[in-house]
């Protein structure tokens, strides 16, 4: 390539850098709303520009490439500028061990297998006022029956609940308390 065409070519590039300069610092400002930063950004992005645009392998794309450089200015900067703190100071606890979810999870066990042994039209009842939170006559209205039978439905299924979760529970400390059987080995010496 003639090195004359080379450096008119150059000299284009360079003039169509210092064009795209409003444009940068618009786009610089609606992200920065700060008029020095917009200002230092742009700068920042059309050295960089300047810098590498031996790189620019097409020409017709100067406006993206330079977007992106004014892109990373900006990620840089707010990388940089960002406000830090010193963790080796600080003591992070969290009240939500891996116990506790556990746990969370045991009981949510537990609650879901008594519902399943409530009869059926308990179940229904149950799950659409306490868990649903549908009023008595929604219920009634959905489920097609007196809002009477929904009342008792929902009292004998949340008294047999309560039961049916203390027996849970009960069974489970039970199960903690028990000792651990010993096995006796037994040898015999001849």
Same mark, same amino acid.
């Given at each position: 390539?003639?090195?004359?065409?080379?450096?008119?070519?150059?000299?284009?590039?360079?003039?169509?850098?210092?064009?795209?300069?409003?444009?940068?610092?618009?786009?610089?400002?609606?992200?920065?709303?700060?008029?020095?930063?917009?200002?230092?950004?742009?700068?920042?992005? @059309? +050295?960089? !520009?300047? %810098?590498? #645009?031996?790189? *620019?392998?097409?020409? /017709?794309?100067?406006?993206?490439?330079?977007?992106?450089?004014?892109?990373?200015?900006?990620?840089?900067?707010?990388?940089?500028?960002?406000?830090?703190?010193?963790?080796?100071?600080?003591?992070?606890?969290?009240?939500?061990?891996?116990?506790?979810?556990?746990?969370?999870?045991?009981?949510?066990?537990?609650?879901?297998?008594?519902?399943?042994? @409530? +009869?059926? !039209?308990? %179940?229904? #009842?149950?799950? *659409?006022?306490?868990? /649903?939170?549908?009023?008595?006559?929604?219920?009634?209205?959905?489920?097609?029956?007196?809002?009477?039978?929904?009342?008792?439905?929902?009292?004998?299924?949340?008294?047999?609940?309560?039961?049916?979760?203390?027996?849970?529970?009960?069974?489970?400390?039970?199960?903690?308390?028990?000792?651990?059987?010993?096995?006796?080995?037994?040898?015999?010496?001849?």
């Amino acid at each position: 390539m003639n090195p004359l065409n080379l450096f008119s070519r150059d000299h284009k590039l360079k003039q169509r850098l210092e064009a795209m300069r409003p444009r940068l610092y618009r786009l610089a400002y609606s992200w920065t709303m700060n008029p020095a930063l917009a200002d230092d950004l742009t700068q920042d992005t @059309l +050295a960089k !520009g300047l %810098r590498k #645009v031996g790189q *620019l392998k097409k020409p /017709e794309a100067l406006e993206g490439w330079l977007f992106g450089i004014l892109r990373n200015c900006w990620r840089d900067h707010y990388r940089s500028h960002r406000d830090m703190d010193e963790l080796d100071h600080e003591q992070l606890t969290d009240d939500l061990t891996p116990e506790h979810h556990h746990e969370q999870q045991h009981i949510v066990t537990k609650v879901r297998s008594a519902v399943a042994q @409530l +009869a059926e !039209g308990q %179940r229904e #009842v149950l799950t *659409l006022v306490d868990l /649903e939170g549908f009023s008595y006559a929604e219920v009634a209205e959905s489920l097609e029956i007196p809002i009477g039978t929904v009342m008792s439905r929902l009292c004998r299924a949340r008294k047999a609940l309560a039961e049916k979760l203390l027996a849970l529970d009960t069974h489970d400390h039970a199960k903690k308390r028990e000792p651990a059987k010993k096995v006796s080995h037994i040898r015999r010496i001849i």
